[in-house]
């Protein structure tokens, strides 16, 4: 994929340039999130990147990657403030769609960063949230999508974690 990118750039920019680097930025990003600690400096260089192409594009569907893989980056690292902004981006990106597959996966990433965070009553409201949306016939397959991470088992059991502090 890098080797890839390094052609893209010798093309003049437009915005098929910018679509074709799109989905191999998104594609090295899941390689990157993979081979490499989920807080390293260049997997959040790469989910950036991705970020700024959706930016710049328009792209709707990349753009829940982007921001959920830069989301799990600055959570896995403990920067919280910056989690949490990325987390309800996502979350008003997934309400504007009526997308409830992203919706989940909202609700669990801002659940998950209001527990960290110490705001327990609100981190229960979203995670309880995600288990009522959680389909495991439909939704099951999307932990082959994030390195067997599962957001509906992951609403379950932080929520249940979350009310046992309460």
């Known amino acids: 994929f890098t080797k890839g990118l390094e052609v893209l750039h010798r093309l003049p920019n437009s915005t098929e340039r910018a679509q074709q680097e ?3 930025q998104v594609s090295l990003d899941q390689v990157l999130m993979m081979t490499k600690r989920r807080s390293a400096t260049v997997v959040e260089d790469a989910y950036t990147r991705a970020l700024e192409l959706c930016q710049q594009t328009g792209e709707q569907i990349q753009l829940f990657s982007a921001l959920r893989g830069l989301w799990e980056c600055y959570e896995t690292r403990g920067e919280l403030s910056k989690a949490h902004e ?3 981006q ?3 990106a997934a309400q504007a769609r009526q997308d ?3 919706q989940l996966i909202a609700h669990d990433a801002l659940g998950d960063t ?3 965070r110490g705001e327990l009553a609100l981190a229960q409201q979203h995670l309880e949230r995600g288990v009522t949306l959680y389909d495991p016939h439909q939704h099951s397959a999307l932990a082959f999508f994030h390195g067997g991470y599962d957001p509906g088992v992951a609403c379950a059991c932080l929520g249940a974690c979350t009310v ?3």
């Open 22 to 24: 799109l989905m191999e």
């Open 164 to 166: 046992w502090l309460l």
């Open 86 to 88: 990325l987390a309800e």
């Open 100 to 102: 409830l597959t992203h």
């Open 114 to 116: 209001l527990f960290w």
């Open 90 to 92: 996502f979350f008003t």
